[in-house]
């Protein structure tokens, strides 16, 4: 025979231990701090790494993934084709200045919540190539990066650290405090552009002024010898055909000092750091 039902008043002993035991009642704060915990299991243990390699680095990135090392028991073995659909960019190899604008164009596609890994020496600081033409030194220089695994090449086993050490990273963050849940968040880096050397977008109108003062230094400069050949003392004093050419004239400390400081602006200028101190303030 089923009990009939019984209702009790706001005051009864009973109902207030029951709902107690059984309704949880706390500020909103509080209810995503107990969130925390669920919302950062999830997303350490269901890593996507994106599936790209630069050099040397990549066969080790290979390695791990491979059946000997078992990345797949850290739930991270699912090497995404696309970085739309990935977490993680693996910077595994030797950055060179061609290949920084699609290093930034992929890490622009990939969505929030994302991680860099530098993997490597190269990728680190530039490696045994760092005072190379065509190198970078250091990737973070253009994207925020969240763990440095270092080596040349790091072992699948210092990887496989470095990938825990994600792990803990995602653990200790909060919902509340999230970098991409920020009202004023911009994750978009500007891609730099390949010229004579990588260019920062946001600089162009700094560069062109830079531009134009050089253009017009050349300018002077070739101007002053042509004007001094004219005179007669000059044209005599010209060298004959097969004669070693005339040394330069020396320049005064003054031109020097122009000179040099043309140089740091040119420098300056260019291999600019691209990433904004916002982008950098997020980095753990
Ligand atoms: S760090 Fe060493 S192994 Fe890795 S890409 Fe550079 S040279 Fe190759």
Request: with cysteine; glycine share 6%; charged share 25%.
């Amino acid at each position: 025979m089923s009990q009939p039902i019984r209702f009790v008043g706001n005051d009864d002993e009973a109902s207030l231990e029951e709902v107690s035991q059984n309704v949880l009642v706390a500020p909103f704060d509080r209810v995503l701090d107990s969130l925390d915990g669920i919302y950062n299991w999830g997303r350490k243990n269901s890593i996507w790494p994106v599936q790209f390699g630069l050099a040397c680095c990549a066969i080790e990135m290979i390695c791990m993934a491979a059946s000997r090392f078992d990345i797949d028991r850290f739930g991270a073995g699912l090497f995404r084709a696309t970085p739309r659909q990935a977490d993680l960019m693996i910077v595994s190899g030797t950055v060179t200045k061609k290949m920084v604008p699609n290093i930034v164009r992929l890490y622009n596609q990939m969505p929030e919540p994302r991680y860099v890994l530098s993997m490597g020496a190269c990728a680190t600081g530039g490696g045994p190539f760092k005072e190379g033409y065509n190198v970078v030194s250091g990737i973070d220089r253009f994207i925020p990066v969240d763990v440095y695994v270092a080596g040349c090449p790091p072992t699948p086993q210092a990887l496989l650290n470095g990938l825990v050490e994600l792990q803990k990273l995602i653990d200790s963050q909060k919902i509340r405090e999230n970098r991409w849940y920020q009202k004023d968040y911009r994750g978009e880096i500007p891609v730099p552009v390949l010229g004579p050397d990588l260019l920062d977008q946001r600089r162009f109108d700094e560069l062109k002024k830079i531009s134009a003062a050089q253009l017009a230094a050349l300018k002077a400069a070739a101007a002053a010898p042509a004007g001094a050949a004219a005179t007669p003392s000059a044209a005599a004093a010209a060298p004959a055909a097969g004669a070693p050419p005339a040394k330069a004239p020396k320049r005064t400390p003054e031109e020097l000092a122009a000179l040099k400081a043309a140089n740091a602006a040119r420098r300056q200028a260019t291999m600019v750091d691209v990433r904004k101190p916002e982008d950098t303030e997020s980095k753990s």
